[in-house]
């Protein structure tokens, strides 16, 4: 890879022109114990998934369709915490190469002008309670028209092309990506997690405002006060009481 200058990240790359979906490929590897910071990426994706068992749209050559694997010696409750970091490393990417303002919708949503850019999917792999592989999935709608979105999506998706005019570089958003990953993730492996808590709170939407959150069983309604050390949504109800969301769908 061209002027890559990473330890790890992106040192390994597996790439394919069409697969199901990088999610599943990336899990297969992790089994194998190939090395950490290895990116599966595809052109295309037939069977991409999202969050809650949804549909993750990747027509071909138009997106960044991209899984990582990660070993991190931390407990499988942090696991979230990755999640966070990567979507500071993916904002901190887009700035880098377009002027665009992303914002980070809690857990993963990264949306410009209010529209969802990017989505991020963590699945674990674990022992017993140790990690054996986090496989972080990214998907980021690059430069997809507006008639390459279905209809259902058009108005609440876009990509960067869309919001900057412009087609963008896959290559080098990859790149830099990798590059402001490895950055964020040594960093979360020497001081922990509040450095990068601090980075993400300062490119999120949500905080301070009133919003609703979906659980898969109940809708709660407040305002968002921040997030754990977890990485958990602490949110505000109008009777004072303060629930701590895990998963959640949030409307602003
Ligand atoms: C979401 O917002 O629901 C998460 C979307 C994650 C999509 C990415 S694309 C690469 C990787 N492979 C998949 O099948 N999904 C993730």
Do not use: C
């Not at 061209?2 to 597996?14: A, D, Q, R, V, W």
């Not at 942090?78 to 999640?83: C, V």
């Not at 507006?146 to 087609?167: H, M, R, T, W, Y």
């Not at 990953?181 to 922990?192: I, T």
Request: no cysteine; aromatic share 8%; charged share 25%.
């Amino acid at each position: 890879r061209l002027g890559l200058k990473t330890k790890f990240m992106g040192k390994n790359i597996h790439y394919e022109e069409s697969v199901d979906s990088t999610q599943k490929i990336a899990h297969r590897f992790a089994y194998e114990d190939v090395p950490e910071g290895t990116a599966i990426i595809a052109e295309e994706q037939i069977s991409g998934r999202g969050r809650m068992d949804r549909k993750w749209h990747s027509p071909k050559f138009s997106g960044v369709w991209m899984s990582l694997i990660l070993r991190p010696n931390i407990p499988l409750t942090k696991a979230p915490q990755l999640t966070l970091l990567t979507a500071v490393a993916v904002v901190q990417a887009i700035e880098e190469m377009t002027d665009l303002v992303p914002e980070i919708k809690w857990p993963n949503d990264i949306l410009i002008n209010g529209k969802k850019v990017t989505g991020i999917l963590t699945e674990l792999q674990a022992e017993a309670d140790r990690i054996h592989s986090i496989i972080v999935g990214i998907g980021i709608n690059v430069n997809q028209k507006p008639v390459d979105f279905p209809l259902e999506l058009q108005e609440i998706a876009s990509s960067l092309l869309i919001e900057k005019g412009a087609p963008v570089s896959r290559a080098d958003l990859i790149r830099s990506i990798f590059t402001h990953f490895e950055k964020l993730y040594l960093l979360y492996l020497d001081e922990g997690f509040f450095p990068i808590k601090l980075l993400w709170e300062s490119y999120a939407v949500s905080i301070g405002n009133h919003l609703k959150a979906r659980t898969i069983t109940h809708t709660i309604e407040g305002k968002a006060l921040g997030i754990t050390d977890e990485g958990v949504l602490k949110l505000e109800d109008e009777n004072g009481v303060i629930h701590q969301i895990y998963s959640a769908d949030i409307e602003l």
